[in-house]
């Protein structure tokens, strides 16, 4: 049985290339397939009109947010504590970022129980509270 001939190392190289271009083109097509009918994140906004340490601060809370909820649906103990681990984790890196673990808590905490139109009243109430100091 006679073996395919491969060629060269700088033909099989760049085959390589091109099989790995192919992989990360096909990937970021998945990936803007996904985005385009995900709905819009619970925090309000876009990111070129936030500042950064609130762009830091949403990207926190979706962390934490999604390892919850992987959490949730986990069967197993240990995979539950191997993400317990890692959602503190995050908590100490929002630490390191400046941010407070508690009021962390609470946001996520209140942003599971309220409903939408409480949110947008909430921010209302907080908006017209600023612009009297």
Same mark, same amino acid.
């Given at each position: 049985?006679?073996?395919p001939t491969i060629g060269t190392p700088e033909e099989a190289a760049a085959r390589r290339r091109a099989k790995t271009a192919e992989r990360v083109r096909r990937l970021? @097509? /998945?990936r803007r397939a996904d985005t385009a009918h995900q709905p819009e994140t619970k925090l309000a906004g876009t990111a070129s009109s936030l500042s950064p340490a609130t762009c830091y601060l949403r990207m926190f809370v @979706? /962390?934490?947010e999604r390892m919850e909820?992987?959490?949730i649906h986990l069967a197993r103990n240990d995979d539950k504590r191997h993400l317990q681990t890692e959602i503190q984790a995050i908590y100490t890196e929002a630490e390191h970022a400046g941010?407070?673990?508690?009021?962390l808590k609470e946001i996520i905490r209140l942003r599971k129980?309220?409903?939408e139109e409480q949110r947008i009243l909430i921010i209302?109430?907080?908006e017209a509270a600023n612009s009297e100091y």
């Open positions: 049985m006679a073996r970021r @097509e /998945r @979706e /962390r934490i909820e992987e959490r941010f407070d673990r508690t009021v129980t309220m409903t209302h109430y907080l």
